[in-house]
T-cell receptor
């Protein structure tokens, strides 16, 4: 069974440009999460989809970030325009159920560098 | 809100040494507790978990016990190997107050030398 897949693995863009990150969750997982780790600090929650609906987007830093999950399958996270402080590693995770016993499976992350 | 505090790193040990990485948490509800590990060049993997007080999670020789009275979930291993070199993250999920999302600590970089 394929795990959570993220594209690209690395991205280097200039300040002001647009970048789109993609996440393919494990097939059948309704829950999809985006997280970010900036400057070696803690991994912070960005948002949570249940199927195609945004369940919780309280962690989105500002309106330059737009997440979508078309048809409840893969998800994209667009940053437009990118700023220097957006640099970091963006992780996607998926899970099947919504309980205290549920394990979230993570992708390898996308390392974004804004110069 | 919920928070997780991990001991400051990085940690460097010799092979076969004893490892402890401290983790304490603050939560409004009754959280589940996790340790995730990120090996070089890989994504996060669940190492172990505990869902109620006094539960002990264990995997690959690592152990952690859910201590509600001290709000702690310290990670231990009796004899580390070079292959244990990785970044370790303590995390919680507090279903009643913040849903299924995870709250992470800052991570602890472990390097094991031969």
């Amino acid at each position: 069974e394929a795990g959570v897949t993220q594209f690209p693995s690395h991205s280097v863009i200039e300040k002001g440009q647009t970048v789109t990150l993609r996440c393919d969750p494990i097939s059948g997982h309704d829950n999809l999460y985006w997280y970010r780790r900036v400057m070696g600090k803690e991994i912070k929650f960005l948002l949570h989809f249940v199927k195609e609906s945004k369940q919780d987007e309280s962690g989105m830093p500002n309106n330059r970030f737009l997440a979508e999950r078309t048809g409840g399958t893969y998800s994209t996270l667009k940053v437009q325009p990118a700023e220097l402080e957006d640099s970091g590693v963006y992780f996607c995770a998926s899970s099947q159920a919504h309980s205290r016993y549920t394990e979230a499976f993570f992708g390898q992350g996308t390392r974004l560098t804004v110069v | 809100g919920d928070s997780v505090t991990q001991m400051e790193g990085p940690v460097t040990l010799s092979e076969e040494a004893f490892l402890t990485i401290n983790c304490t948490y603050t939560a409004t509800g009754y959280p589940s507790l996790f340790w995730y590990v990120q090996y070089p060049g890989e994504g996060l993997q669940l190492l172990l978990k505990a869902t109620k007080a006094d539960d002990k999670g264990s995997n690959k020789g690592f152990e952690a016990t859910y201590r509600k009275e001290t709000t702690s979930f310290h990670l231990e291993k009796g004899s580390v190997q070079v292959s244990d070199s990785a970044v370790y993250f303590c995390a919680l999920s507090d279903l009643e107050t913040s849903g299924s999302r995870l709250t992470f600590g800052e991570g602890t970089q472990l390097t094991v030398n031969p």
